[in-house]
T-cell receptor, first 115, second 115 residues
Framework: GAGVSQSPSNKVTEKGKDVELRCDPISGHTALYWYRQSLGQGLEFLIYFQGNSAPDKSGLPSDRFSAERTGGSVSTLTIQRTQQEDSAVYLC?????????????FGPGTRLLVL | AQSVTQLGSHVSVSEGALVLLRCNYSSSVPPYLFWYVQYPNQGLQLLLKYTTGATLVKGINGFEAEFKKSETSFHLTKPSAHMSDAAEYFCAVSPLRGATNKLIFGTGTLLAVQP
């Protein structure tokens, strides 16, 4: 079956512009996660959605970052007024029910470069 | 706060040699433990995980890891390296406390396999 998909695969933008990154989780998975992978910070958690519960936004680095999950499926991560330090690979993952012992299935990521 | 330490950001082995990638976690309560592999320009793929039960866990591609509570370790091994094992390996924990099933990752170990 289809895995987690993300688009675009690569995004180059200018400093100060807004960007939207999209994630399509595996069908039927209720939990969705965003992570960021950067040279300086490694892999870090950003935000977590589980069903209809309020998302855990504790990993978002600033108020320029926001995310939505519509209809319990597709998610969009938005970065406003991008900065050069936002350059990273943004990874999305999903899991069936959001329990701690579940495997998280990762997408290929969106590579963001802010010039 | 939970943390994961991977000793050795780069490890190089000869084809056919033993692979040993080290992972230690900090937690008074043993978390769930995961090893993921990332091939170039791809997302993360689960190699194996420890949740409960047998402390020696076997994963895909001939890898295994042993959970040692007394040493707070979860080292990854493979008896005989293959060229196709060249990739980056991440150890991760899922803390048992806290509301969110987020993964906390180590900084990764890049494995090179020499012919």
């Amino acid at each position: 079956g289809a895995g987690v998909s993300q688009s675009p695969s690569n995004k180059v933008t200018e400093k100060g512009k807004d960007v939207e990154l999209r994630c399509d989780p595996i069908s039927g998975h209720t939990a969705l996660y965003w992570y960021r992978q950067s040279l300086g910070q490694g892999l870090e958690f950003l935000i977590y959605f589980q069903g209809n519960s309020a998302p855990d936004k504790s990993g978002l680095p600033s108020d320029r970052f926001s995310a939505e999950r519509t209809g319990g499926s597709v998610s969009t991560l938005t970065i406003q007024r991008t900065q050069q330090e936002d350059s990273a690979v943004y990874l999305c993952a999903s899991s069936p029910g959001g329990t701690r012992l579940e495997t998280q299935y990762f997408g290929p990521g969106t590579r963001l470069l802010v010039l | 706060a939970q943390s994961v330490t991977q000793l050795g950001s780069h490890v190089s082995v000869s084809e056919g040699a033993l692979v040993l990638l080290r992972c230690n976690y900090s937690s008074s309560v043993p978390p769930y433990l995961f090893w993921y592999v990332q091939y170039p320009n791809q997302g993360l793929q689960l190699l194996l995980k420890y949740t409960t039960g047998a402390t020696l866990v076997k994963g895909i591609n001939g890898f295994e890891a042993e959970f040692k509570k007394s040493e707070t370790s979860f080292h990854l091994t493979k008896p005989s390296a293959h060229m196709s094992d060249a990739a980056e390996y991440f150890c991760a924990v899922s803390p048992l406390r806290g509301a969110t099933n987020k993964l906390i990752f180590g900084t990764g170990t890049l494995l090179a396999v020499q012919p």
